[in-house]
């Protein structure tokens, strides 16, 4: 008879019930620091002052000048 057991030797059905609620329960709280961060950011916008003083990084070009053809697969 196996006498070694201690509380952190699960197996079987109660050990893979265990790693699913662990998985279960980090998903659950990234999601709420996430839901939260955003909630935070969403809030915290950069205000433009004057929009005549914008540079472009793109200046004197249009956007015809970044479209790339990618070759067809053969």
Known sequence: MNE??????FGGITGALVAILALIA?????????????QD?????????????LKTINEGKTSADF??????PK
Do not use: H, M, S
């Not at 070694?4 to 030797?9: I, Q, S, W």
């Not at 980090?26 to 955003?38: P, R």
């Not at 950011?41 to 003083?53: C, F, G, L, S």
């Not at 479209?67 to 067809?72: E, R, S």
């Open 26 to 38: 980090t998903l659950v709280i990234l999601n709420t620091i996430g839901l939260f961060t955003q």
């Open 41 to 53: 950011n969403a809030r915290n916008y950069y205000k433009i002052q004057n929009v005549e003083t």
């Open 4 to 9: 070694n057991r201690t509380v952190f030797a």
């Open 67 to 72: 479209i790339v053809d990618v070759p067809a």
